[in-house]
């Protein structure tokens, strides 16, 4: 149970966030049945278009794809924002909280920490 337990510290970062995760979550399920569907489709193209000769499905098929990548696209950006968001959100709140721990720190542990660096050598952004 120990290798989930950082798993559970990080949970607590997502709490304000679950409303958007679960949208984003909604989001990459969308994706992935219109990634479904676009080969759902073709199959119908190739079998009626090029063999049966159907006029009115040729003219009918272009908007349908037209439609499903559109879908796609859609989702794909809103999903990937929503997601990014939150992680960036999550990634400022645990350098607030780190920020503020170090803050509270007494004195004697800078002393005694002093040769080490605390900071990176590069700065994160």
């Not at 970062?13 to 989001?27: D, E, N, Q, T």
């Not at 908007?63 to 990937?80: D, E």
């Not at 721990?101 to 004195?107: D, E, G, R, V, Y």
């Amino acid at each position: 149970m120990k290798k989930y337990s950082a798993y559970k510290k990080l949970l607590v970062y997502l709490k304000p966030y679950y409303g958007r995760f679960a949208l984003g979550i909604f989001l990459a399920l969308i994706l992935s049945v219109a990634n479904g569907a676009t080969a759902w489709v073709v199959k119908p193209l190739l079998d009626e278009v090029l063999v049966k000769k159907d006029l009115y499905l040729l003219g009918l098929m272009p908007w349908i794809l037209i439609l499903i990548f559109s879908i796609k696209g859609i989702t794909r950006f809103f999903q990937a924002y929503i997601m990014r968001d939150i992680g960036q959100k999550i990634i400022a709140r645990i350098r607030q909280d780190l920020y503020e721990h170090l803050l509270k720190m007494p004195l004697c542990f800078y002393k005694k920490y002093m040769q080490q660096c605390l900071c990176p050598e590069q700065p994160m952004i």
